[in-house]
């Protein structure tokens, strides 16, 4: 069966005028801190939460994404951003302030306009 992500028309000069549209973005891993269990969590991680609709409605964040799948890693994060601006917004969210998180930055590139579906 042939591979459907494989098509014809994906030429080499498409790719090469694609990658030119590249822009930089920084993404950010946050996983679960030192004060994990602490009894206060629930409501940090809401206003953690309250916190990433400002940055979302402010276009610094573009895309976050929680992980629930029982691992450490609590989320990711794609900033709008380059990774110093983001390193900085991220310190001053709840969670971090309060050891609940960690993070971890990185930057990347992308391409503008991509979305989730």
Known sequence: MPDPAVVDDI????????LKLV?????????QGPNWDSPDRNAIVWEHGRRNFGLRRQGDLAIVCPVGDGTPL????????DAEAATAIIQGDPGVRSGVFVFEVHPIVGFPGDSLP
């Open 11 to 18: 030429t080499d000069e498409f790719m090469h005028e694609r």
């Open 23 to 31: 822009k930089g973005y920084t993404l950010v891993l946050i996983s």
């Open 74 to 81: 609590s989320g990711l994060y794609i900033f709008s951003t």
